[in-house]
């Protein structure tokens, strides 16, 4: 058996890329991407409509919920100016008089009984001119004796009765907001001035983000509240935007990376505006979009692996069993053309058998007359004996090769009968010696004498020696040696075929009897040989055992049960000789 190029797999001729491989090849990758395109875009698609969706409802959502929280700040907020304005008003109405509150005792009972929650700054009294009449508050120094005829708030006051003033600085020289009531006769007025912080703080607990901002402006622009983010002022277009904004009802619409809502307050006098960052209002859809990316990532990854998995065992499949059956194809064409050669064989050899019957009556004839004669009488009678001889002898020689040919042309017929083991390996190694001769294989007998008939269908048998043989010769090459022994051992006859090849490696051996298994160059071996040969010995009752030699070779027995012996099934054991 030749071993120059183990092959793994079971079966043959796989290492060049033929046509057909390129052409599977092709499959294999275009069913894969088939497979991936028709399991992974459409996921893609509704992966990217679904993230598309949800991130539009969840900026839906952030602006309903901004737009909410805007309202209800003011709500807050107006409620709060309101109930100042309110109460300011009806401590008033218990006055008719500004005098009776220019006791200083007086005005301070009145600041104590208005400023249970601290919600008051100051308080002051101012006549109908202008004229601070008396104060009540830490800005004591600055306010004394001021008139504030000129101012904004005063003349707001005197037109309306209520009102409630801008941030402003005024004479005490920092921001602050007043509340200012007139009596019905507008003869003199109530001031009162809120608390920054507490008026602050109505904004401070808005909820719109890390990143967000809560304030209020004018409609001058100016900031009324501090900014979370430390802006002073605003332009001209943002304070058109926001106008925009409020007078929609408090909407909130998103530009650039921010969300904004405004809505009105005091009157129209201010806006409430609310803003929040967009990265951080989608910083937890971000995070489930990225988890999302990553199942996404694995998800694709596990459809490719399946795909180019499945597309390379299905189109594999395919492969292979194109080439066995390409195999089967190839064999059948083999043995019908062993078979034409066979019927050619017994043609020729019955030919052949004619003329040599013929050649060999005359032959005899010819030695009878020779017997009539007297040999003084016939020149060279001794040679003319002498070639008849000859001539009987090759005929002899001529008749026992086409006697071969026909034994190996007629087809198993299945029948047992009683076979010499010793003649029927001889019969087929003679097949071999010329060939053995031509390749400097010597092969030595050592036939053991006496061996039992046994019964089986010698055709067969001859087979399993004739594959055997081949392979031994195959494995060999050039110079080497073939010995053939038959010995009886225990309830066997054993044939055993030792070769000088290079024996048999484990990854060999353990594939020795596959079908379409070989380790010959392609268009030598179909791989069937000991595969058959094996069945055959099994149906015969024996067993095909193959071994390695301890000095290097392959050792294949072939046994035999011998007469009335229990037959033994295939045993698919090797041995290791030492």
């Known amino acids: 058996m030749s071993v120059e190029d183990l092959l793994p797999s079971a079966l043959a001729g796989r290492g060049s890329v033929g046509p057909r491989d390129a052409y599977y090849a092709r499959q294999k990758y275009l069913f894969a991407l088939v497979f991936v395109v028709v399991s992974i875009v459409p996921l893609l698609v509704l992966d990217f409509n679904a993230s598309r969706f949800y991130k539009k409802s969840w900026m839906e959502k952030t602006s309903r919920e901004l737009s909410t929280l805007a309202s209800g700040r003011r709500e ?9 304005v309110a109460q300011l008003a009806g401590f008033m109405s218990l006055y008719d008089d500004p005098q009776t509150l220019r006791n200083i005792s007086r005005l301070s009972a009145l600041f104590a ?9 100051d308080l002051g009294v101012i006549d109908r001119k202008g004229n601070h009449l008396i104060y ?8 004394a004796g001021k008139n504030y005829a000129a101012t904004e708030w005063f003349a707001e006051v005197m037109k309306d009765g209520r009102y409630v003033s801008d941030v402003f600085t005024g004479y005490r020289k920092e921001p602050h907001l007043i509340v200012a009531v007139a009596d019905l006769d507008k003869t003199w007025i109530l001031r009162a001035t809120i608390d920054s912080g507490l008026f602050h703080g109505l904004l401070q607990t808005a909820h719109v983000g890390p990143d967000g901002d809560a304030y209020i402006v004018n409609r001058r622009g100016e900031m009324q509240t501090p900014s979370r983010l430390g802006r002073t002022s605003v332009t001209l277009d943002e304070l058109a935007f926001f106008s925009a904004l ?3 009802g408090g909407r909130a619409e998103r530009k650039n990376d921010r969300i904004h809502c405004a809505i009105h307050l005091n009157g129209g006098q201010w806006l409430l505006v609310l803003e929040t960052n967009v990265e951080s209002s989608l910083a937890s859809y971000n995070e489930a979009r990225r988890m999302d990316t990553a199942l996404m990532v694995v998800a694709s990854a596990i459809i490719i692996l399946v795909a180019v998995w499945l597309t390379h065992s299905m189109v594999g499949g395919l492969a292979r069993a194109e080439h066995e059956r390409n195999i089967l194809t190839s064999q059948v064409g083999g043995v019908e053309k062993m078979a034409l050669i066979g019927r050619l064989a017994a043609s020729v050899a019955h030919e052949i058998n004619n003329p040599l019957q013929i050649i060999s009556d005359q032959a005899g004839l010819m030695s009878e007359l020779m017997e009539d004669e007297t040999p003084a009488t016939v020149v060279h009678f001794g040679d003319y004996a002498q070639a008849i001889t000859k001539i009987r002898t090759q005929i002899g020689r001529a008749g026992t090769i086409t006697h071969r040919l026909l034994g190996f042309s007629h087809a198993p017929d299945g029948k047992s009968i009683d076979t010499d083991v010793n003649q029927a390996v001889e019969e087929t190694v003679a097949l071999f010696e010329h060939e053995a001769k031509r390749h400097h294989i010597v092969i030595v007998r050592h036939y053991q004498d006496g061996l039992p008939m046994v019964r089986n269908d010698p055709a067969q048998f001859q087979q399993v020696i004739l594959n055997v043989l081949h392979n031994a010769m195959d494995a060999i090459g050039q110079n080497g040696s073939i010995e053939i022994t038959s010995r009886i051992s225990g309830d066997r006859i054993v ?7 290079p024996g048999l490696p484990p990854q060999v051996m353990e594939h020795l009897y596959d079908p379409f298994f070989t380790t010959k160059p392609k268009g030598k071996g179909t791989g069937l040989g000991l595969y058959v040969s094996r069945d055959i010995m099994a149906r015969l009752g024996g067993e095909l055992h193959a071994t390695n030699r301890s000095g290097g070779g ?3 027995s072939l046994r035999l049960p011998l007469p009335g012996t229990t037959t033994n099934r295939l045993s698919t054991r090797e041995e290791t000789l030492s």
């Open 76 to 84: 807050i907020i107006d409620q709060f100016l309101t109930t100042q």
């Open 113 to 121: 009984a208005m400023n249970g929650t601290g919600v008051i700054a």
């Open 136 to 143: 009540q508050g830490p800005f004591e120094k600055e306010l």
């Open 246 to 248: 409020a007078d929609g």
């Open 495 to 501: 044939v055993d075929f030792a070769d000088t090849g």
């Open 554 to 556: 392959a050792l294949f």
